[in-house]
């Protein structure tokens, strides 16, 4: 790494690069204590007279669980539902049984993992973006491409240098949230392993990882003040459906099924104990590395003059407006399933519909300038016609 080249992008990013990582370790912080301080709220109420109170009132036909159960078995059922850090959302028939045996069949739910994924995943998408987008606004870049340093040194150092920082200070927060938790609340009631914690901890990161170069490569190729971003909060917000819509197409078109489609999230955002599939673990790694490995090679064909643009770089304006006039129809039609019969009507039509409007739009946006010079030069031919 160049050392003039490092101190002045400390200089420019050091302060908010320290007090942004710290936040987000004291953010993290606060989560935990706040979740074990709610843990022993609970427990403080299960062993109030309060409780056994409320307890008491509460009729056979109102909550068919109890049905059946003494006072000390119910509060036995309580305390483990109430104060395990992972319980199942069980069913309960009229009688008091469990609707369903198979442990798969019922989903998990904590009271006490509050880690407010959609809050971190807006601040590193935020982070990600403006880390290069910024710096072309500002006109940094000029100052930068005149020390004489290489672009793709500028660009590695950039990531090094900010990127690394604040991915390693989320990975640490996580740790630091579930290890509070994990200590705060007694280990009987503490019904996961280390092992499923780590692998939850480290798929969510990977998830953050995935947004953050997502969002850098997006700050990276697009030069407008007001579309740039918009490009990045839509493409984010719509990640998740239009991995649903993906498979929900998949699903449709090759008739798998008839009436079951995909609604859950793909990626892993915050500790759960369901399973955890590799696949979008490694989904995130691999898309990460790609979009890290295709900005080395752009980046040092920026340009300054075209800052303004919506896209900087002319070989992306086709393959963005493919990729957008794929995009935008299946998230807009199969993202919430679609199902399939002879009473139904077919998505086709909406497809169609849908990639043709993208496309116009997407047409508009990247070749809006080339419009622009073309509308003006036929209007000056038409003043010159009527000069004559």
Not at 42 to 64: F, G, V
Not at 170 to 193: C, D, H, R
Not at 315 to 339: D, E, N, R
Not at 370 to 385: A, G, L, T
């Given at each position: ?186 280990a009987e009631y503490v019904n996961i392993s280390m092992t499923d914690l780590a692998k939850n901890i ?187």
């Amino acid at each position: 790494m160049n050392k003039q080249l490092m101190i002045i992008l400390k200089k420019r990013y050091g302060l908010a690069l320290i007090v942004t990582s710290l936040l987000i370790l004291v953010f993290y912080g606060y989560l935990g204590i706040n979740d074990v301080n709610r843990w022993k709220a609970m427990e403080s109420y299960y062993d109030s007279e309060q409780y056994i109170k409320d307890l008491n009132e509460i009729a056979d036909e109102e909550n068919p669980r109890y049905k059946g159960l003494s006072v000390d078995e119910r509060l036995a059922l309580d305390k483990k539902e109430g104060l395990s850090l992972f319980y199942q959302t069980n069913s309960y028939d009229e009688q008091g049984k469990i609707i369903s045996d198979s442990d798969k069949d019922q989903p998990y739910y904590s009271m006490y993992f509050n880690e407010n994924s959609l809050l971190l995943i807006a601040v590193v998408s935020t982070i990600g973006f403006f880390l290069f987008f910024a710096d072309l606004k500002t006109s940094f870049n000029e100052f930068l491409f005149s020390l004489g340093v290489s672009k793709r040194r500028i660009y590695y150092s950039k990531l090094v240098l900010i990127a690394l920082p604040i991915l390693l200070s989320i990975l640490l927060a996580k740790i630091l949230f579930v290890g509070i938790i994990t200590t705060g609340i007694p280990a009987e009631y503490v019904n996961i392993s280390m092992t499923d914690l780590a692998k939850n901890i480290l798929a969510s990161w990977t998830t953050c990882i995935l947004y953050f170069f997502v969002s850098v490569f997006i700050g990276l190729v697009t030069g407008n003040m007001l579309l740039g971003p918009l490009t990045a909060f839509g493409f984010c917000v719509s990640l998740e459906f239009f991995i649903t819509g993906i498979t929900n197409a998949w699903y449709y078109f090759t008739h798998a099924t008839t009436d079951v489609y995909i609604t859950g999230k793909f990626f892993v955002y915050t500790v759960t104990k369901d399973p955890i599939s590799t696949v979008p673990i490694m989904l995130a790694v691999v898309s990460s590395l790609l979009l890290f490995v295709l900005g080395a090679i752009l980046f040092p064909s920026l340009t300054l003059e075209k800052r303004g643009n919506y896209l900087l770089f002319d070989k992306l304006k086709i393959p963005f407006i493919v990729a957008m006039t794929i995009y935008v129809p299946i998230v807009l039609v199969f993202s919430q399933g679609v199902y399939y019969g002879e009473d139904q009507p077919s998505p086709i039509p909406a497809l169609l519909i849908y990639g043709i409007i993208t496309a116009m739009i997407g047409t508009y946006l990247v070749f809006r300038k080339e419009f622009q010079e073309w509308f003006n030069q036929k209007q000056q031919i038409k003043d010159s016609i009527r000069i004559e």
